[in-house]
């Protein structure tokens, strides 16, 4: 088994150095991604929404520790609970201009992610069409005879095109996986955001809607 796949990496040819470089950025950067996101949700937001009183839902955030502070859900409710007494619009703006920094805080190196992922199985194709055209120079040189050059050749242009897509699909998986989970962690706090929103201005309540691109 373990020698199939280094024979299958060998036959790849030059495309396999692109590749494996690709593959350790992409990977860096889901490590990365992963373990910032982590530190980026407030792990106690779920027991604030269901506390059953207002009172409680302040004490607990008057008691965010200096980590949760700098969670996306941490400063926006606390940046609203101090303009609370300047009304909605106020607190409308503050959410606004916290989202406005952390969203883009919370995707960023993403859009890179998915570009090496897409990038993995051009670069298989080139390779595949690197080992075609070097197919066919070996036909031409010495005929159809010499057929473990040919095997060579073709060995080489699927390959180049298997190790592409075994690049690209397992990053393109935790593109959606680290896509989905920032996504959460915005709707979670715009919701619990205009919840306290609602609370302190009950004259004029909003529903929650989920977020377009009004921060972006």
Not at 14 to 42: D, Q
Not at 131 to 146: D, E, K, L
């Amino acid at each position: 088994m373990l020698e199939t796949i280094l024979n299958g990496i060998i036959k790849a040819g030059w495309v396999l150095g692109p590749l494996m470089l690709t593959s350790l950025v992409g990977w860096y950067l889901v490590f990365n991604r992963f373990f910032h996101l982590m530190k980026m949700e407030w792990s106690g937001l779920r027991k604030w929404q269901k506390l059953p009183r207002h009172l409680d839902q302040e004490k607990m955030i008057l008691k965010l520790k200096a980590g949760e502070k700098k969670t996306v859900a941490g400063e926006a409710l606390l940046s609203i609970y101090e303009v609370r007494n300047q009304g909605r619009i106020a607190m409308e703006s503050m959410l606004d201009e916290v989202m406005k920094f952390k969203i883009p805080e919370l995707e960023t190196s993403l859009s890179t992610l998915a570009i090496l992922a897409s990038a993995a199985p051009l670069m298989g194709l080139l390779g595949t069409v690197s080992g075609i055209v070097r197919t066919f120079q070996v036909i031409s040189a010495f005929g159809t005879g010499n057929q473990a050059l040919m095997s060579d050749s073709i060995s080489e242009s699927l390959m180049a095109t298997q190790n592409g897509l075994l690049v690209a699909f397992p990053l393109l998986l935790m593109h959606v996986v680290l896509s989905s989970k920032a996504k959460a962690i915005e709707d979670r706090t715009l919701a619990a955001a205009h919840s306290l929103i609602n609370f302190y201005s009950p004259s004029t309540p909003r529903p929650y809607t989920s977020p377009s691109l009004q921060y972006r």
